[in-house]
């Protein structure tokens, strides 16, 4: 019995659960369905028939009146019939929420929300729809009265400032006019609310309206720079052309006066352009235009330029070229007259005579220039390289006459200084024989003499060629430079000569110390030999030195150095 007691009270236990579930479940489900009545409320309050009711004041026709028609309909069958469903499908959701049927209540539950959800994005296209039309409504009516103000300051532009558009105030009067029709055609469509068809008219309207204005805004430039800036332009360099003519100028080819022509018709051309309104053309034909124009002033200018400084170089450089031909025949003079005592042996004379050549060539060719400037046949600016190769040639030739004419200038001293070191050399040579013959040699070294002998033979030569009638001045110093280094030579030697024979002496008195000294004893006799017979007093040094320098090392240096210090003292 204890047993079946408690299952009856499990039963209990689960029934009552079971019962709150369900209870709860109900509860959830009357909750949202509420929720969802309130937003049904919500949006069955939401104006829309009223703005619709608005829609059809703004008495539209053709598709906007479809398009609002479409709307209208979408919206009536909600409030005919999806109201009421979403009403109906509430209270299934209800009933079916009674049961214990959760599956169902669910199900029934999810539909009501897609309806619910449906009937306010109907609503929201709806509006949405409105909202375009009415913005579309708006903009139309304000593009009216806008293009119809646009267009009467376009036609009054036209008409004030006619003379600014040239050839292309046709053109613009007419596009103006198929502006206006359409313009006409949408004003009328907006009026009668077909803002559909309206808007693509409104398209095309804006576009070409704006395109009109950037037309009307550009013209008045160009068609100033065609008919009014190019032609003072070009009449302007006809007119100095025409006046350099008629002073004497010329050109390469002869070109400016078909350029001219040319430009004349390259302009007509633009105006042309400018009347079919091909701006784009226009603005490239005006640019070839200028860069011609520019060239022509400059091609102008740069003879103006070239003859300025062809007139001015031309008079410097004639005086510049008598300057040098004045120097070129001094020279000469000069050089006549020193070739009475100089042998000249650098073709000074043919290299004057060169001179004169070129100073004839440059001569006539600013005789040529002179002449061609005279008969009107020069063309400055060709002539300006030619005038600066003769600056550069008289330059030169300028240069090399001064150092022609120092170097003149320079030879009696030249030959002054000569004759002094001549006389300086000739006392050295009498200075060196008395230093010989004091010494009271046995003799003297025949290689010895013959070098003495040959370098005074040298410098008699050159005594005998500075006292010549003319002066062979580049062999004289060549030779002077010669003798110069013979006679230094001649010192050394000297200086050798003498050095050993006394250290001969000095080491024949040394060897007396060593008289016990059979090698020593043999040495003596052999330099005694070279000192008094043959006079060679480097080799009786070198024999008797070797051997005294073995018995007693540094003996030779010993004693050379003091025959050198008492030299020197």
Known sequence: MANIGHVVIGLIIVGAVAYMIIFLAQQIIARQVAKLIIRLEQLKNIPVRDRLVDGRKMSLTGKSLKQFEALEAKYTKLEMTGFEAIKKQADQVLFDSQGV?????????????????????????????????????????????????????????????????????????????????????????????????????????????????ERI??????????????????????????????????????????????????????????????????????????????????????????????????????????????????????????????????????????????????????????????????????????????????????????????????LPAIVKVARTRVTQHDEKMRLIQRRVERQNLPGIPTAYVDFYNSVNEELGRLMQQLDATRINIDDAQRQLSIVSADLDNLEERTNRVLEDADLTVRLVRKAFMFQDNQEVQQAVNEAKYYYEQSYDYESATRILGDVLDQIEPGTVATLRHQFQTEVTE
């Open 101 to 213: 049927n959760f599956v169902k209540s669910t199900q029934s539950m999810k539909v009501l929300r897609q309806m619910e959800a449906d009937a306010s994005k109907d609503i929201d296209i709806v509006q949405q729809g409105m909202n375009d039309l009415e913005q579309l409504d708006r903009e139309h009516k304000q593009a009216v009265l806008d293009l119809e103000a646009k267009y009467k300051e376009l036609r009054k532009i036209l008409l004030s400032q006619s003379f600014k558009f040239g050839p292309a105030l046709d053109k613009l009067e007419e596009i103006l006019g198929a502006l206006e029709e359409d313009f006409s055609e949408f004003a009328r469509m907006t009026e009668e609310g077909d803002h559909a068809a309206a808007a693509d008219i409104h398209e095309t309207l804006a576009m070409e309206t704006n395109q009109l204005e």
């Open 217 to 410: 805004a550009q013209i008045p430039a160009l068609y100033e720079d065609l008919n009014e800036k190019i032609p003072a332009q070009l009449a302007e360099i006809s007119e100095v052309y025409t006046a350099m003519a008629a002073k004497g100028f010329r050109f390469e080819e002869d070109f400016v006066e078909p350029a001219l022509a040319d430009l004349q018709k390259q302009r007509k051309i633009g105006l042309d352009l400018l009347q079919a309104l091909t701006l784009k053309k226009v603005n490239d034909q005006l640019k070839g235009l200028h860069e011609s124009i520019e060239y022509l002033y400059a091609t102008l200018e740069k003879e103006v330029k070239a003859q300025q400084r062809v007139a001015k170089q031309l008079s410097e450089l004639l005086e510049f070229k008598h300057h040098v031909s004045r120097q070129n025949h001094d020279l000469k003079i000069e050089l006549d007259r020193m070739n009475q005592d100089f042998v000249f042996n650098k073709n000074e004379f043919d290299q004057v005579q060169t001179w004169t050549k070129q100073i004839h060539n440059v001569t006539e060719h600013l005789n040529d220039v002179t002449r061609e400037i005279e008969t009107q046949e020069l063309i400055y600016s060709t002539v300006e390289n030619g005038l600066n190769q003769d600056q550069d040639l008289l330059t030169a030739v300028e240069h090399d006459q001064v150092t022609m004419w120092d170097n003149l200038q320079k």
